[in-house]
């Protein structure tokens, strides 16, 4: 059983549960009309498809999955592709709502959608992986679009992944449309930037809280659960901020070294396919034991729902940044809360990724590309002025932490959206 499923069977709440608790404490402050908050309780839809795939050994093996829109109020609906064995459809609904939040949150002119397929990536060969995820784009390609819904990269899929979606797509339309998905290679209308951007964004808004909370990023520990797109790149990022990062994780377990790992060395065994269990330096840890250390940041960056009842009165970091989505449950959230730690929320500190795909959904609209200077500071700018609206928000209507004043302000925008179009019909 994957180490997510297990920690969501010990707790009690769900990623959706959460979702819908974090709406409700909001709402205290957001005071959106009752009749449309309890629209936005719901998907607008999902799609669940069964994949049937031929695998290299001839026989044929049968994928589920799924594509959830949650709303589309502010502009088409905007969310990325999950591969992995725990995915559910309730997990892709929770994931589509909080991209509705987090788009509202940055301000960018779309909705929220997710979806996911279930296998084990790493049990198939690429051209396994290939024909499943053509299946799937022909399952969901009436829902999706340029201007209808956007696609892009979350756990387990790649730009490779975005240049078969995008491919089979455009086969399907009779010429190419780039704009369908993002976190596309360069070379087929990718934007420089888009790869890094998430962890990026992370590394951006740990130094954001630092700044805020007066404290020094240089030399601060700092633990990374998750070494994989997002996790190595806020991590490599964060030392060439002048931080100290002591311990990283990935699947298999966790690497610590209180004196500061050896990133380049962990990059390049990892790039070579090694895994933490595998590597030959540094203290191994188990996962468990990396939320525990007493860093001054802890940021999950790996699944949902690992800070929990059952340990988060062993968390010690002083600062929590949420890279993953959905990593701290409600009730982990009210100890956290209690304790005073601030916990930067998923929807803002993980945004970088969607507003770097939004600038290359941008230049391929308009057919036009941007430097990677441009689009960094195009990040840096909408996400550091995302971040002092929470804190604005924070302060003026009295929330009890930054997330309930980030969904204040994004349940306000995406309510306003809704009461300015009205009613259908
Ligand atoms: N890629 C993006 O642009 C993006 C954007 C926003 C949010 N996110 C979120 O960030 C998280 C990581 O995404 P990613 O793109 O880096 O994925 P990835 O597949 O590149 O890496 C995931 C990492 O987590 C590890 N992992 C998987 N299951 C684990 C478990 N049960 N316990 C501990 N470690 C585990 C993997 O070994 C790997 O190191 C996800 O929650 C994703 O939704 C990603």
Redesign the pocket.
């Known amino acids: 059983m994957?180490?997510?499923s297990i920690a969501s069977t010990m707790d009690e709440t769900t990623p959706l549960e959460n979702m819908l608790a974090q709406m409700e404490r909001a709402q205290e402050y957001a005071q959106v009309d009752p009749g449309i908050f309890e629209r936005l309780k719901y998907p607008e839809r999902t799609l669940k498809v069964t994949l049937p795939v031929r695998m290299d050994d001839g026989s044929v093996e049968v994928f589920t999955g799924y594509r959830c829109q949650f709303d589309s109020a502010r502009g088409p609906y905007k969310g990325?592709i999950?591969y992995h064995p725990s995915v559910t459809m309730e997990e892709v609904t929770a994931?589509a709502g909080w991209m509705t939040w987090k788009t509202a949150l940055v301000d960018l002119p779309y909705g929220g959608a997710k979806g996911g397929v279930i296998c084990e990536v790493k049990e198939m060969s690429t051209d396994e992986l290939r024909r499943m995820t053509r299946r799937y784009t022909e399952g969901i390609r009436r829902m999706i679009g340029p201007h209808m819904d956007v696609p892009a990269?979350?756990?387990?899929t790649n730009p490779e992944v975005m240049a078969w979606i995008m491919d089979t797509y455009s086969m399907y339309e009779g010429y190419s449309i780039p704009q369908v998905v993002t976190g596309k290679p360069l070379s087929l209308g990718g934007t420089p930037g888009r790869v890094e951007?998430?962890g990026r964004g992370v590394a951006m808004i740990t130094r954001k809280v630092f700044d805020y909370l007066e404290e020094d990023l240089h030399e601060a520990t700092i633990a990374i659960?998750?070494?994989?797109?997002?996790?190595n790149w806020a991590a490599r990022l964060l030392v060439e901020m002048g931080a100290n990062v002591v311990a990283v994780?990935?699947?298999t377990g966790a690497r610590y070294d209180p004196d500061g790992l050896d990133l380049g060395s962990l990059l390049a065994f990892s790039e070579g396919g090694g895994t933490m269990e595998g590597y030959p330096d540094a203290e191994f840890i188990s996962?468990e034991a990396l939320l525990e250390l007493d860093v001054d940041v802890l940021i999950p960056?790996?699944?949902?729902d690992v800070i929990t009842t059952d340990n988060v009165d062993d968390v010690r970091a002083s600062v929590i940044v949420e890279?993953?989505?959905g990593p701290t449950t409600t009730s982990a959230d009210d100890a956290l809360i209690e304790r005073d730690v601030p916990v930067v929320p998923d929807i803002l500190a993980?945004a970088g990724?969607v507003i770097v795909s939004y600038l290359e959904w941008v230049q391929n609209t308009q057919e036009y590309s941007w430097t990677l200077s441009q689009v960094n500071a195009d990040l840096e700018r909408r996400l550091t002025g995302s971040f002092d609206e929470v804190v604005d928000a924070y302060h003026r209507h009295e929330t009890p932490d930054l997330r309930t004043a980030a969904y204040t302000i994004a349940l306000r925008r995406v309510a306003t959206a809704h009461e300015l179009r009205g009613l259908f019909p």
Do not use: E
């Open positions: 994957p180490a997510a990325g999950r994931l990269p979350d756990m387990n951007a998430t659960q998750g070494f994989g797109n997002v996790g994780s990935d699947v996962n960056a790996a699944v949902a890279a993953a989505n993980n990724g």
